[in-house]
């Protein structure tokens, strides 16, 4: 009798070493939730700094000077959380030892760099046409239908983590002017909260 | 007491190998043939002739294709394979349950 109680426990083994190892650690999501913080404060101090007030209501019409400062922060936030978040999920899949990394990771990296790629680009378009109100509801949105897209190859928490993303940035769309405080709860804080998720769960 | 449970279970994924290749195949899609010899640490010869036999049954299908000059064989897991992995799952819950 105990066999079938040793074949459930060998399925159950096989589903989770072939799959959980190849998503991102709960570690990442933390570490990159805390640079998006850190960058949405940057991009506060930026702006005082030339004496921009972010929730006067006018018309955001920045200088040269300013956008290439915000595009450093941007920039910077961008290589540390991914910097981050690569350095825990390759530990951790280096803890696992398997180096079956490749196809199901290929698969979510695809599935991810698509609508990542395209909104990117999106966004400098955005940027280039001085529309820059729209410049956070656009990451929002396009980085939780990636995720969403990527939900088919890993744990299904993602695809929540993307239907939330996706409801921040359309409500960020509409409440146009706080678009910072709106990407640093998509960014910051709800990859924080499911990293801690994460980590509960899975590790 | 139900005596059907013992019916519901699949001689075809009778071999801990078998469970092996679908458990990797239900939450993976499509998994080449070397990962699955990693994962499961077999012989090629023991993983093909068990491939071959799921193959067959139509619970698995196969994907050919060339990376660079190499041949790169991947599996993966039919409607049927999938339905009939997760019936044979029910009735092992369920025959470990009876017991209890």
């Keep these: 009798m105990n066999k079938y109680e040793n074949d459930l426990t060998h399925i159950r083994q096989m589903m989770e070493k072939s799959s959980t190892f190849i998503s991102l650690s709960g570690l990442s999501g933390v570490g990159a939730g805390l640079c ?5 404060a940057a991009t506060f101090w930026v702006l005082s700094r030339h004496g921009i007030d972010y929730f006067d209501g006018m018309p955001n019409y920045y200088s040269y000077a300013v956008l290439r400062q915000l595009s450093v922060v941007a920039t910077l936030t961008f290589i540390s959380a991914v910097v981050v978040s690569y350095f825990f999920t390759a ?3 280096k803890a696992a030892g398997l180096s079956m990394w490749h196809t199901s990771a290929k698969n979510t990296m695809t599935a991810l760099a698509i609508p990542l790629v395209v909104g990117g680009i999106f ?34 928490d993602l695809f929540w983590l993307g239907i939330f993303e996706l409801l921040l940035g359309l409500l960020a769309a509409f409440f146009v002017g706080y678009g910072l405080i709106f990407w640093g709860i998509g960014f910051g804080i709800l990859h924080i ?11 | 007491m139900k005596e059907v449970s013992i019916v519901n279970l699949n001689k075809d994924f009778e071999s801990r190998v078998r469970l092996g290749i679908m458990s990797i195949l239900m939450v ?22 068990h491939t071959m036999a799921l193959e067959n049954k139509r619970y698995i299908e196969v994907r050919k294709a060339f990376v660079g000059k190499k041949p790169e064989t991947s599996y993966r897991v039919t409607k049927d394979g999938k339905k009939a992995f997760e019936k044979h799952i029910e009735a092992l819950a369920s025959l470990i349950e009876q017991k209890e």
């Design chain 1, 123 to 156: 966004c400098i378009i955005i940027t280039y046409h001085h529309l820059f109100y729209l410049v956070a509801p656009c990451m929002l949105i396009f980085y939780g239908l990636a995720l969403v897209n990527a939900s088919k190859y890993t744990h299904r």
């Design chain 2, 28 to 49: 993976n899609e499509w998994v080449t043939f070397n990962e699955i010899k990693q994962m499961l640490d077999l012989s090629d010869g023991n993983l093909a002739s």
């Design chain 1, 36 to 40: 998006a913080l850190v960058g949405c």
């Design chain 1, 193 to 203: 909260i499911y990293g801690i998720i994460m980590y509960k769960k899975y590790q």
């Design chain 1, 91 to 93: 530990k951790k899949a």
